[in-house]
């Protein structure tokens, strides 16, 4: 019964991405133009836990193709920031999020809606403006276990960053 639930919260949300009723990304000098809007077309269903407490992985194929289609891909996009490592020079790398309310009083995040973003090696940012930002760089696009765990849907690596 459980996966017939699963699958059938599965078709649900995956199957109208295309359908979405969202404006395709902008294309300006080889970068698509984007927002979270086109990442978050979907419902993300986590994995759960078996009765020894050890993770369950989430149903396969999750990810839609329209979706998948901007991997690897130049893209900018727009969101909040939140640090996540430093370096000699600043910020070397944090998580993109679709919006700020973020925190222990607000909604938690889905896997759909941020992005973990290193810069490439020798860029760094001073400071992280708590307002929107605009980051430029390769988008990657694909589940990133670690010991089970999802840890990310989206990873980006940045050239530049823009304040809004």
Request: aromatic share 12%; glycine share 10%; with cysteine.
């Amino acid at each position: 019964m459980r996966a017939i639930i699963s699958f059938f919260l599965l078709a649900l949300f995956t199957a109208g991405s295309a359908f979405s009723g969202v404006t395709p990304p902008q294309e300006k000098g080889g970068r698509l133009r984007m927002g979270f809007e086109h990442l978050s077309t979907y419902f993300y269903i986590m994995g759960g836990w078996d009765k020894n407490g050890k993770p369950l992985p989430p149903p396969k194929n999750q990810i839609p193709r329209d979706v998948l289609a901007y991997n690897g891909r130049e893209v900018a996009i727009k969101g909040y920031a939140m640090p996540l490592e430093f370096g000699d020079n600043g910020i070397t790398a944090f998580v993109l999020m679709r919006h700020l309310s973020t925190c222990c009083f607000g909604a938690g995040l889905q896997p759909t809606d941020f992005i973990v973003v290193h810069f490439v090696p020798g860029k760094a940012a001073k400071s992280m403006p708590f307002k929107p930002i605009t980051v430029f760089g390769r988008l990657e696009v694909g589940e990133k276990f670690k010991d089970g765990f999802l840890m990310s849907l989206y990873r980006m690596t940045a050239e530049k960053v823009e304040t809004d």
